[in-house]
């Protein structure tokens, strides 16, 4: 690959790089908490939903290497084993596996499952997906923070719909009752068009007559994707409520999508998503039959020390109060991202919403400061 690095740039490879990140704006995102997490005290004009820390194709960071901002993606390809360490590349190739995420959703996210490692590899070549990579998923919450996630058991699901009193829900209900929730959700996502909005009226008059926090949601739903069946998800999956600090993680074939908070997310480096509803995005309905999986359920990860540990070899999340400082172990590419208060690292200062690479041939990292940390790195096989 052409090496398009200046020469100052070169002679920095294995120094700590500030970062520069971009915004996404996505119509479920917020008009506050990034602007306010970065110091910008007035709202954002267009919703803010996610900043991208990493080397995703859709939105590499850029990186501060010889007094000259670079694609942190480019600069990644110019020298893998340096920015990335050995280890790293003979684990994932010369890609950063990971992609960290500030995420604010103040509406709720699409109805959605990711593939598994096999079903990406198998499907990219298929045509079905955009990159043969699965997409794990880890959310720490920086607020209270509320997701669906996982399928309750069947028979508590059945009774939840059935609850509502409305015959015409007789082919969700019955497969469920059955024991059967993959045929319950295909019966949710193949609803017939004809007569949807009289049925969500329905559904949403009689969630709101039953009351409780789950058909609360149903009704938000409803309001939300007025011709939506899937507005029923309160009732299909499991309701976690996240505190600050708790972290979940969605494996592959865990159905899923968040409704509210403010959090750190860390991911597979993929862009593969099937959706379920509550979107005007296609659906591939046998692609997410085959990939969901209702026995997977959603993982509540506790810290083991300063770590988020997970299931997935692409990343693990970690965090740390500073006050007398840390040393993290050197020759994995890392990110630093400061949420609170203000950290020092290889001779950059970083305030709220800052960041930097830490590039895997650099040693022991030293960070200090009187501020809370997070750092996303590889994970373990």
Same mark, same amino acid.
């Given at each position: /690959?052409?090496?398009?690095?200046? %020469? =100052?740039?070169?002679?920095?490879?294995?120094?700590?790089?500030?970062?520069?990140?971009?915004?996404?704006?996505?119509?479920?995102?917020?008009?506050? =908490?990034? =602007?306010?997490?970065?110091?910008?005290?007035?709202?954002?004009?267009?919703?803010?939903?996610? /900043?991208? #820390?990493?080397?995703?194709?859709?939105?590499?960071?850029?990186?501060?290497?010889? &007094?000259?901002?670079?694609?942190?993606?480019?600069?990644?390809?110019?020298?893998?084993?340096?920015?990335?360490?050995?280890?790293?590349?003979?684990?994932?190739?010369?890609?950063?596996?990971?992609?960290?995420?500030?995420?604010?959703?103040?509406?709720?996210?699409?109805?959605?499952?990711?593939?598994?490692?096999?079903?990406?590899?198998?499907?990219?070549?298929?045509?079905?997906?955009?990159?043969?990579? %699965?997409?794990?998923?880890?959310?720490?919450?920086?607020?209270?923070?509320?997701?669906?996630?996982?399928?309750?058991?069947?028979?508590?699901?059945?009774?939840?719909?059935? @609850?509502?009193?409305?015959?015409?829900?007789?082919?969700?209900?019955?497969?469920?009752?059955?024991?059967?929730?993959?045929?319950?959700?295909?019966?949710?996502?193949?609803?017939?068009?004809?007569?949807?909005?009289?049925?969500?009226?329905?559904?949403?008059?009689?969630?709101?007559?039953?009351?409780?926090?789950?058909?609360?949601? !149903?009704?938000?739903?409803?309001?939300?994707?007025?011709?939506?069946?899937?507005?029923?998800? %309160?009732?299909?999956?499991?309701?976690?409520?996240?505190?600050?600090?708790?972290?979940?993680?969605?494996?592959?074939?865990?159905?899923?999508?968040?409704?509210?908070?403010?959090?750190?997310?860390?991911?597979?480096?993929?862009?593969? !998503?099937?959706?379920?509803?509550?979107?005007?995005?296609? /659906?591939?309905?046998?692609?997410?039959?085959?990939?969901?999986?209702?026995? !997977? %359920?959603?993982?509540?990860?506790?810290?083991?020390?300063?770590?988020?540990?997970?299931?997935?070899?692409? #990343?693990?999340?970690?965090?740390?109060?500073?006050?007398?400082?840390?040393?993290?172990? @050197?020759?994995?590419?890392?990110?630093?991202?400061?949420?609170?208060?203000?950290?020092?690292?290889? @001779?950059?200062?970083?305030?709220?919403?800052?960041?930097? #690479?830490?590039? @895997?041939?650099?040693?022991?990292?030293?960070?200090?400061?009187? &501020?809370?940390?997070?750092?996303?790195?590889?994970?373990?096989?």
């Amino acid at each position: /690959m052409n090496d398009s690095r200046t %020469p =100052a740039a070169r002679a920095t490879v294995g120094t700590i790089g500030r970062l520069r990140n971009p915004v996404k704006n996505y119509d479920w995102g917020s008009h506050t =908490a990034i =602007a306010t997490l970065t110091g910008r005290h007035s709202s954002a004009k267009l919703p803010e939903a996610e /900043m991208w #820390f990493g080397t995703h194709p859709s939105g590499s960071s850029s990186v501060l290497r010889g &007094g000259t901002w670079h694609s942190l993606a480019e600069t990644v390809a110019a020298d893998p084993v340096a920015e990335l360490g050995p280890e790293t590349v003979e684990r994932f190739g010369s890609r950063l596996p990971y992609l960290l995420k500030l995420i604010a959703v103040d509406l709720p996210l699409s109805l959605q499952v990711h593939p598994s490692r096999e079903q990406a590899e198998e499907g990219f070549v298929r045509g079905t997906y955009v990159d043969p990579f %699965p997409k794990p998923e880890l959310i720490c919450a920086l607020t209270p923070f509320t997701a669906l996630a996982g399928f309750r058991p069947a028979e508590e699901a059945a009774a939840l719909i059935d @609850g509502l009193g409305l015959p015409a829900l007789e082919p969700i209900v019955a497969p469920l009752a059955a024991g059967d929730p993959s045929a319950a959700l295909r019966a949710l996502v193949e609803w017939p068009k004809e007569g949807r909005a009289e049925l969500l009226d329905a559904i949403a008059r009689a969630a709101s007559a039953a009351g409780g926090p789950d058909n609360e949601l !149903v009704v938000r739903l409803a309001e939300i994707h007025p011709e939506d069946p899937a507005c029923l998800a %309160p009732l299909f999956l499991r309701r976690h409520e996240l505190r600050p600090g708790e972290a979940l993680f969605l494996g592959a074939g865990v159905l899923h999508c968040y409704l509210s908070g403010f959090g750190v997310e860390i991911m597979g480096g993929s862009d593969n !998503v099937l959706r379920a509803g509550l979107t005007g995005k296609p /659906m591939d309905v046998e692609e997410l039959l085959r990939v969901t999986d209702p026995s !997977v %359920p959603a993982l509540r990860i506790e810290p083991s020390g300063n770590l988020y540990r997970t299931p997935a070899p692409e #990343f693990r999340l970690g965090t740390a109060v500073l006050g007398p400082g840390l040393t993290l172990q @050197g020759g994995v590419p890392r990110i630093l991202l400061c949420t609170e208060g203000e950290i020092a690292t290889g @001779g950059h200062t970083l305030r709220p919403g800052e960041s930097a #690479f830490v590039p @895997g041939a650099h040693g022991p990292v030293e960070v200090r400061g009187s &501020g809370t940390v997070f750092w996303a790195e590889p994970g373990t096989d």
